[in-house]
C-alpha cells in the first residue's frame, strides 16, 4: 500500500470512528503528518484525492475556513468517478439502458411516495411544459429531458442513486441523441415521450408508486426498441 493510501485508511479510520465530524477542518498538513507518521507531501496528495472524492473543502491563507473542512457531497465523487468509466467507452449501451431502468424505476416509486416537494414536483413539470414546445430542437428537448429524469432521481430522496444518475448523465445523453437521429419522424416521438413524462409526473403526484416505476420502466426500455439501439 502506498503512503497516500495508508493516510486514506487512517482518515477513513478516524472518520467512522467519530473522530472527526461534518464541518470541522482536518488538522493541519503538518499536524497530520506527524500524527499518522507520514511526510507533507503524501498528506497533500491524500487530501486532494478527498477533494476530489467530495470528501474535503480546502482554502488556502490562514484564517477559520483555511484547511481542509470535511463536507458530504457524494454526487462530486461518485459522478466524477462514473463520468470517468463511461468516457473510456467500454461500457456498451445496453448496461447503460438496463442500469437506467433498475435505478429509475425504483428512484420514482420512491419519489412518488414521497412526493412531498412542491417545488421540486414544479420545477420537474417545467421540463415537461418546455418539451411540449413543438419548436424546440432535438438538442434542447434532451437537455430538459435529461433534466426532467435528474429531477426526479432527486425527489427520490437517495443521493447515492442520484450520484450514479448524475455520472451517468453524459452515456445516457450520447445514446439518446443517437437514437434521436434515428428515429424516422422524431417529432412524433418527442410528442410520445412528452406524454409519457407527463403521466410519470402525474402518478408521482397522486402518489401511484406502482404505476410510477410501471410508466418509467415502459418509458426507457420502449425507446430503446425504438430507436433501434439494441440492434447495435
Not at 417545488?119 to 424546440?136: F, K, N, S, Y
Not at 447515492?160 to 448524475?166: G, H, K, M, Q, T
Not at 428515429?183 to 406524454?195: N, S
Amino acid at each position: 500500500m502506498r503512503t497516500h493510501e495508508r493516510v486514506l485508511a487512517q482518515i477513513e479510520t478516524g472518520l467512522a470512528a467519530g473522530k472527526w465530524s461534518i464541518g470541522e477542518r482536518l488538522p493541519a498538513e503538518r499536524a497530520l503528518a506527524e500524527e499518522l507518521g507520514v511526510s507533507r507531501p503524501s498528506v497533500r496528495e491524500a487530501i486532494r484525492i478527498l477533494e476530489a472524492m467530495g470528501i474535503v473543502r480546502t482554502a488556502v491563507g490562514s484564517g477559520p475556513s483555511a484547511g481542509a473542512t470535511l463536507i458530504d457531497r457524494p454526487a462530486a465523487g461518485l459522478g466524477a468517478a462514473v463520468r470517468l468509466h463511461v468516457a473510456s467507452g467500454t461500457l456498451p449501451v445496453s448496461d447503460v439502458v438496463r442500469t437506467r431502468v433498475l435505478l429509475e424505476a425504483g428512484a420514482v416509486r420512491d419519489a412518488a411516495e414521497r412526493a412531498s416537494d412542491d417545488a421540486a414536483l414544479a420545477r420537474a413539470r417545467e421540463h415537461v411544459e418546455a418539451m411540449a414546445d413543438p419548436a424546440l430542437d432535438a438538442t434542447a428537448f434532451l437537455e430538459h429531458d435529461q433534466d426532467f429524469h435528474i429531477e426526479l432521481a432527486r425527489l427520490g430522496g437517495n443521493q447515492l442513486v442520484e450520484a450514479i444518475l448524475s455520472g451517468m448523465r453524459a452515456a445516457v445523453a450520447s445514446y439518446v441523441a443517437a437514437g434521436a437521429e434515428a428515429v424516422e419522424e422524431w417529432p412524433r416521438t418527442a410528442a410520445r415521450l412528452c406524454a409519457e413524462h407527463r403521466a410519470i409526473l402525474d402518478a408521482v403526484t397522486r402518489h401511484e408508486a406502482a404505476e410510477a416505476e410501471r410508466l418509467m420502466r415502459s418509458h426507457i426500455e420502449t425507446y430503446y426498441r425504438e430507436t433501434g439501439l439494441g440492434e447495435r
